[in-house]
């Protein structure tokens, strides 16, 4: 029987690869070897063998690991006179040793006339552990930085106390991990420039002003001056 790994075991990209399974056997008879099957029993190879040749056995097979995916694996003794044992319907294991990463950011990198506090939103390549996504883990250079949510492979959060005219650099860190475990490989870095203050648009009309009446003397004038007075409600 199979001792490791347990039924239901992640592998991720820190497990070891090649992986070690191993287990136990034991027959009333000498045990000749002990064979293995990654693949539901569609094929089967020769695991290393302590005790063979006596009734009782430990051994232990070095899988390279292939592509992700889920697996079920099987073991089986063969004795000398060559009687195979029927094997038991095996463990299931999960290989995923994909790591996340950042796929879309909003504001994008780089992007300029971002409205001051605004929502940043992050979404990564797959789901992400959300236990692993916090202030801590994602941080930004300035200012106010709170997380809103975070919900499958995207996380919100909320800035405050930004300037106009001001760039922002926000890090998302290896400390955020996917649902198997993987932490993201590198650190991915990405900054954005908030926009300018409003400034009003001056309205005139298309038509000189010729010929106004001077309310002060009513003279006839074409040269006046204009103040104009901006609020800051405007």
């Known amino acids: 029987s199979i001792t490791s790994p347990a039924s239901g075991a992640i592998l991720n990209v820190s ?11 034991s027959d009333n008879a000498v045990i000749s070897r002990i064979e293995v099957s990654t693949n539901g029993g569609t094929s089967w190879n020769t695991a290393s063998c302590t005790g063979c ?5 430990t051994w232990s097979y070095s899988w390279s690991l292939p592509v992700d995916g889920v697996y ?10 060559n009687n195979i044992e029927v094997p038991a319907v095996g463990i299931n294991i999960t290989n995923d040793r994909t790591v996340p990463a950042v796929s879309v950011t909003n504001p994008a990198n780089t992007a300029t006339g971002v409205a001051v506090n605004s929502s940043v939103i992050i979404t990564w390549s797959e789901s992400v552990n959300c236990s692993t996504v916090s ?3 994602i941080t930004i250079n300035s200012g106010g930085w709170t997380m809103s949510s975070c919900t499958g492979n995207q996380a919100i959060f909320t800035t405050s106390g930004q300037t106009n005219l001001t760039g922002y650099t926000v890090t998302v860190t ?7 475990g993987n932490s993201m ?9 908030t926009a300018s203050a409003n400034i009003p648009s001056l ?3 298309s038509s000189p002003y010729n010929n106004c009446m001077d309310p002060d003397t009513g003279d006839t004038r074409t040269d006046f001056t204009f103040k104009i007075i901006y609020k800051d409600t405007e």
């Open 174 to 180: 290896t400390g955020v991990r996917d649902l198997s």
């Open 15 to 25: 497990s070891p690869n090649p992986y070690s399974i191993s287990g136990t056997a």
């Open 203 to 205: 309205y005139y009309p």
């Open 135 to 137: 202030t801590s883990t």
């Open 53 to 57: 040749g006596t009734a009782n056995a």
């Open 185 to 193: 490989g590198v650190n991915y870095i990405f900054s954005f420039t």
């Open 72 to 81: 079920i694996l099987k073991s089986r003794a063969v004795d000398n006179a």
